[in-house]
């Protein structure tokens, strides 16, 4: 069964400082990879996905992902962080035409 | 271009009741999806549509849980009767199509239920 692991449920980090949030999957095949941004009392906005091609992806507000397909990840990361980057950050994974399938999230608490 | 909507934002119950929820996809978008999000886990599929017809239900606890799709537009989801782990937020989504899995999903903000 394909499945979704975010290491660490909770990431602090200081404004400015980098923002790395870790996703790995497990699945037979390489799967399609997104991550999507969860803001309180909201739905679900997607950042960035990986379908093919190149394997560095650029989301909105300046977050990137890199799928290496050796490692089975998908790693999170933006350079500087912004207090408005606060949120709960989800990696999915979706293999071929199956369904979508979460991780239990990442927290993001960002401090002045 | 209006996003997914979704009704009522908050819902609280008592057990063994029953309640339905109701959502309205992008326009044009051909593929509805209903999830359910526990506290402090990621949201998980039950059920997606696919124009009116059901294409994955096979998270859906259907002795209790049913959804529907007139029209191939507006969908609800109901529970009857609710339990205590019913509890959670429950997510539209809706995509352009089915895609081969690469499409992206749009996603309601959700109706938050609490069954007491």
């Known amino acids: 069964a394909q499945s979704v692991t975010q290491l660490g449920s909770h990431v602090s980090v200081s404004e400015g400082a980098l923002v790395l949030l870790r996703c790995n999957y497990s699945s037979s095949v390489p799967p399609y990879l997104f991550w999507y941004v969860q803001y309180p009392n909201q739905g679900l906005q997607l950042l960035l996905k990986y379908t093919t091609g190149a394997t560095l992806v650029k989301g909105i507000n300046g977050f990137e992902a890199e799928f290496k397909k050796s490692e089975t990840s998908f790693h999170l990361t933006k350079p500087s962080a912004h207090m408005s980057d606060a949120a709960e950050y989800f990696c999915?994974?979706?293999?071929?035409?199956?369904?979508?399938?979460f991780g239990t999230g990442t927290r993001l608490q960002v401090f002045p | 271009e209006a996003g997914v909507a979704q009704s009522p934002r908050y819902k609280i119950i008592e057990k063994r009741q029953s309640v339905a929820f109701w959502c309205n996809p992008i326009?044009?978008?051909?593929?509805l999806y209903w999830y359910q999000q526990i506290l402090g886990q990621g949201p998980k599929l039950l059920i997606q549509f696919q124009n009116n017809g059901v294409v994955d239900d096979s998270q859906l606890p259907k002795d209790r849980f049913s959804a529907e799709r007139l029209k191939g537009v507006d969908s609800t989801l109901k529970i009857q009767p609710a339990k205590l782990e019913d509890s959670a937020v429950y997510l539209c989504?809706?995509?352009?199509?089915?895609?081969?899995?690469?499409?992206?999903?749009?996603f309601g903000p959700g109706t938050r239920l609490l069954v007491l």
């Open positions: 989504a809706s995509s352009l199509d089915s895609g081969g899995g690469r499409e992206t999903q749009y």
């Open positions: 999915a994974v979706r293999p071929w035409t199956d369904k979508l399938i």
């Open positions: 326009s044009g978008h051909a593929t």
